[in-house]
């Protein structure tokens, strides 16, 4: 079976711009969560969807939003890019609501 | 707020040594406590762990949980160059999401 993917595998992008990260979970996973980490600290929880619905939302601003679709893929959406949002985001999924598997990540700059 | 804090923030040793990681938390209904591996981008599962005094183990690395005292720790012994990764733990609480803390830097040396 395929891992967590996750594409694109790297992003630069200018302050002010908007940006879709997406994930595909593993087959027959339901659950799927983002995470951003930066440099020096763990992943920091921002969404989690299960059977398209979300279950739960970290401390993170508006412009963060997320949608998970009928199979299960999702799409991470980050507007008016700030220089802070440069970190990794991390796709995680499980079959329900524990044990996440990640994916590789998407490694965004923001210049 | 659900917290986890991880100890020492990094460490150094030579092939052959046994590392004991630290982790303690604070979490509104503990369900789980999980431990991951992060080389370069994709933390990699190892353990998780939802009862206190059962020790998990895989190969070099165990790890067990004092639900009580609330920590875990995760053991390696005769650790090797491809165990120096950061070592992250993370639990779960009633909100069924994640919180991770900031990580073990583990670097074996030859």
């Known amino acids: 079976d395929a891992g967590v993917t996750q594409s694109p595998t790297h992003l630069i992008k200018t302050r002010g711009q908007h940006v879709t990260l997406r994930c595909s979970p593993i087959?027959?996973?339901?659950?799927v969560s983002w995470y951003q980490q930066v440099l020096g600290q763990g992943p920091q929880f921002i969404f989690q969807?299960?059977?398209?619905?979300?279950?739960g939302r970290g401390n993170f601003p508006d412009r963060f939003s997320a949608r998970q679709f009928p199979n299960y893929s999702s799409e991470l959406n980050v507007n008016a890019l700030l220089l802070g949002d440069s970190a990794l985001y991390l796709c995680?999924?499980?079959?329900?609501?524990?044990?996440?598997?990640f994916g590789q990540g998407t490694r965004l700059t923001v210049v | 707020e659900d917290k986890v804090v991880q100890s020492p923030l990094s460490l150094v040793v030579h092939e052959g040594d046994t590392v004991t990681l630290n982790c303690s938390y604070e979490v509104t209904n503990f369900r789980s406590l999980l431990w991951y591996k992060q080389e370069k981008k994709a933390p990699t599962f190892l353990f998780m762990l939802?009862?206190?005094?059962i020790e998990k183990k895989s190969g070099r690395l165990s790890s067990i949980l004092d639900k009580k005292e609330l920590f875990s720790i995760l053991n390696i012994t005769a650790t090797q160059t491809g165990d120096s990764a950061i070592y992250l733990c993370a639990v779960e609480g009633s909100a069924r999401q994640l919180t991770f803390g900031s990580g073990t830097q583990l670097t074996v040396l030859p």
């Open positions: 087959s027959g996973h339901k659950s």
């Open positions: 939802t009862s206190s005094g």
């Open positions: 995680a999924s499980s079959r329900d609501l524990t044990e996440a598997f």
């Open positions: 969807y299960y059977e398209k619905e979300e279950r």
